[in-house]
């Protein structure tokens, strides 16, 4: 069979001609400098954690920090203590004090606005009722 434009085998083929422009991306150490303390620390927004890389020689804007959580998918505080709680179930590490104090602060939020874990669909309810007495 002679390889042509129709061929099966071509269909699989990745033929994007478009190459990744990798010269307004941040060397990877410091990619992964981001990462790590946006792990470690969820509560930060990208101007602190971008303080907080800086204090430890790692040099990128808050701007760059947020191009990368956006690149990773950690752009919002929920996403990093989602990806704080899989990595602790997953590398079973014990968290800090703030880790614990995050988690605690996003689960009353959680519960404030309405959403309360339980173990089936309707399993939880309430009911309000008021009696008065007309006369």
Not at 106 to 135: N, V
Request: contains cysteine; charged residues 30%.
């Amino acid at each position: 069979m002679v390889r042509g434009t129709n061929s099966p085998t071509n269909a699989l083929m990745d033929l994007s001609r478009r190459k990744p422009v990798l010269k307004n991306r941040v060397p990877e150490h410091v990619e992964r400098a981001v990462i790590e303390l946006a792990i470690e620390n969820p509560a930060l927004g990208q101007k602190r954690a971008s303080w907080e890389l800086q204090q430890k020689g790692v040099m990128v804007s808050s701007s760059g920090v947020r191009s990368i959580w956006l690149r990773i998918d950690l752009e919002t505080m929920k996403k990093r203590l989602k990806a704080l709680e899989a990595r602790a179930a997953q590398d079973g590490i014990l968290l800090t004090e703030e880790q614990m104090a995050s988690l605690e602060k996003a689960k009353a939020r959680k519960e404030a606005h309405g959403e309360i874990e339980s173990h089936h669909p309707g399993y939880l309810g309430s009911q309000d009722t008021c009696f008065m007495w007309a006369r």
